[in-house]
């Protein structure tokens, strides 16, 4: 079976079970509960609700040319930053899936981590997918870390991490957190400090 197969499944059975989930979450924790976490993060909700939108507007151009450009490849996007990873066939397929990001209103920067490569299968899925959680679990409760300001996806064993560090301190401790579990290759950090003047840098006109 390969990976791209049991991500299709995986990502039916998410939309499938959505609006149920949902129910149950705000019953449990409150409607205001993501717009109360996207408050404390340094990108505030103004900022989540854009980059929201640009994650909507890529997978719906991704959609539209290819279904398998959303189910081999990974979004993570901070403050008009996009990272994108994952694994395909060729290079022109990685060229073509990086060139419709840009497309995407407010996108500021492109980072391509997309892999070329035949590796996957159930095996290293179920990996990936363990590395993710238990470097989320541990960046969490985490002392002296902000774990919201952090998104991490986990392919082949290789750890891309975007987002906001309040210093150089806690970004040492958090690569330092997730280069010591099991089955990680490396740490790719792409990471800026909060007060990086990158982050004040404004999208390219559409």
């Known amino acids: ?5 049991v991500r ?5 059975l998410v939309l499938t079970l959505a609006p149920l989930l949902q129910g149950c979450l705000e019953l449990a924790i409150g409607a205001g509960a993501t717009v109360g976490v996207a408050a404390v993060q340094e990108r505030g909700v103004a900022g989540t609700a854009k980059d929201q939108a640009i994650r909507a507007e890529i997978n719906h151009l991704w959609l539209q040319k290819d279904h398998q450009y959303f189910i081999d490849l990974n979004l993570q ?7 994108v990873s994952g694994a395909v066939k060729d290079p022109e397929t990685r060229a073509e899936a990086i060139q419709l990001v840009w497309q995407a209103k407010n ?12 590796e996957g299968g159930v095996v290293r899925y179920g990996r990936d997918t363990a590395i993710n959680t238990e470097l989320r679990a541990r960046l969490l409760f985490a002392k002296n870390v902000d774990s919201v300001n952090y998104s991490i996806e986990t392919v082949n064993g290789n750890v891309y991490i975007l987002g906001v560090a309040q210093d150089p301190t806690e970004l040492d401790r958090v690569l330092e957190i997730a280069r010591n579990i099991s089955n990680v290759r490396r ?9 990086d003047p990158r982050r004040l840098a404004k999208a390219p006109e559409s």
């Open 107 to 118: 996108v500021r920067e492109v980072i391509n981590e997309v892999e070329v490569s035949g």
């Open 1 to 5: 079976m390969k990976i791209s197969y």
């Open 8 to 12: 299709a499944l995986a990502t039916a």
């Open 187 to 195: 740490v790719v950090s792409h990471v800026l400090l909060k007060d």
């Open 77 to 83: 996007i901070q403050e008009g930053r996009v990272l």
